[in-house]
């Protein structure tokens, strides 16, 4: 199989898929691989680490898309990359096309077929493609937090861990998953009074269990609007598999919350789970609405591209092979994750959307 490795042009994305020593593997049994040049650049990867791999690299996205089959990237296709796409491409990377219709028309309009990261699913729900870039948005949304509510940053001037003397800082936690579990494991490491919301049992004993500074609870609509309203810090992490994230505050809520407040939704890249979350990238992270401080990147673990690129290699590796020796039905799993195929919406998520 041609497998191409395009430069990703997000804005301030530095991530790739594959790292030189994922690029070997995939060379080692037999496929041919093109990366486009400088694509592992900010992940600090030379083009020269690129073809010590096996790759060849050459200059630019076209070369990339004209010469491989397999397309393996980060993030979904931008604009200007939809038109290098061809009805025999299949294109392996995130796709969030529950909150991307016009994304979603295009690919449809290609024809080619579109396997999504974040909806390979294994056996017990398990997300093996989403569970790494999530533990990093996680962590990455205490620390952005944390900075945010700084007084200069706009924030509320909390500590959150707090001192002798001082309150602690109080961070609420929608969702219980591998980024809201990472979230909550970060706050209550840092010393915040957390409160972790979820529907689900096992996950709240494992939040329970992160320390006495942690209350897991179920969220009840009069529970999770009276934690919001007391809380310094607000992450979104909640997920529903391929679909668009269930809206859990309203705006009203975020409205009557203590100025200075600030707000991480990782839910973003499926909607949001905050009616007043809209998209936000690196070069422009935050906004101010109603006096509460808002941060909403759409790649939130592009600013640690060294970390996230062999992270999401390691897990990309096993998948990357067999779809490119036995294509996106060699397993129960990757089937799952294709969203659109041959043109055609296929994932059932994406279809329940449309028709609702």
């Avoid at 530095?14 to 900010?42: C, D, K, N, S, T």
């Avoid at 900075?147 to 940053?153: G, I, K, S």
């Avoid at 529970?223 to 809206?247: C, F, H, T």
């Avoid at 009557?256 to 600030?262: L, T």
Wanted: proline content about 6%; some cysteine.
């Amino acid at each position: 199989m041609r497998i191409g490795v395009p430069k990703e042009v997000k804005i301030r994305e530095g991530r790739v898929a594959l790292i030189p020593a994922a690029v070997a593997e995939l060379v080692r049994r037999g496929h041919e691989v093109f990366v486009q040049a400088w694509a592992g650049q900010m992940s600090g990867y030379s083009d020269d680490d690129f073809r010590a791999a096996g790759a060849q690299v050459v200059p630019d996205a076209k070369a990339v898309y004209d010469a491989a089959t397999l397309l393996v990237k980060v993030k979904e296709p931008q604009p200007q990359e939809l038109p290098l796409l061809r009805r025999d491409h299949i294109l392996f990377s995130y796709l969030h096309l529950a909150a991307e219709p016009a994304l979603t028309k295009g690919l449809v309009d290609v024809g080619c077929t579109a396997v999504a990261f974040e909806t390979v699913q294994e056996p017990g729900r398990r997300l093996p493609l989403l569970a790494p870039m999530s533990d990093i948005a996680g962590r990455i949304a205490v620390q952005v937090g944390a900075h945010l509510l700084h007084q200069p940053q706009g924030g509320r001037g909390i500590l959150l861990g707090g001192i002798p003397a001082v309150e602690r800082g109080k961070v609420v936690v929608l969702g219980a998953g591998e980024a809201g579990g990472n979230a909550a494991a970060l706050a209550a490491a840092l010393g915040a009074e957390v409160i972790v919301f979820d529907r689900n049992r096992e996950k709240l004993a494992r939040m329970r269990a992160l320390g006495g500074n942690v209350t897991a609870l179920y969220p009840f609509a009069d529970s999770v609007k009276k934690a919001v309203l007391d809380a310094d810090l607000l992450v979104g992490a909640v997920l529903i598999i391929g679909a668009r994230a269930p809206r859990l505050v309203d705006a009203d809520t975020v409205r009557r919350m203590r100025p200075g407040a600030v707000i991480v939704d990782i839910s973003v890249d499926q909607g949001g789970c905050i009616e007043t979350t809209r998209p936000t990238n690196y070069e422009n992270p935050t906004y101010v609405w109603e006096n509460i401080v808002h941060f909403a990147v759409t790649n939130m673990p592009g600013a640690v591209p060294r970390t996230s690129s062999q992270a999401i290699s390691a897990a990309l590796i096993p998948y990357s092979t067999m779809l490119a020796e036995q294509g996106p039905h060699a397993t129960p799993a990757l089937q799952a994750g294709i969203n659109v195929e041959s043109g055609k919406i296929v994932h059932p998520a994406l279809l329940d959307h449309r028709a609702a």
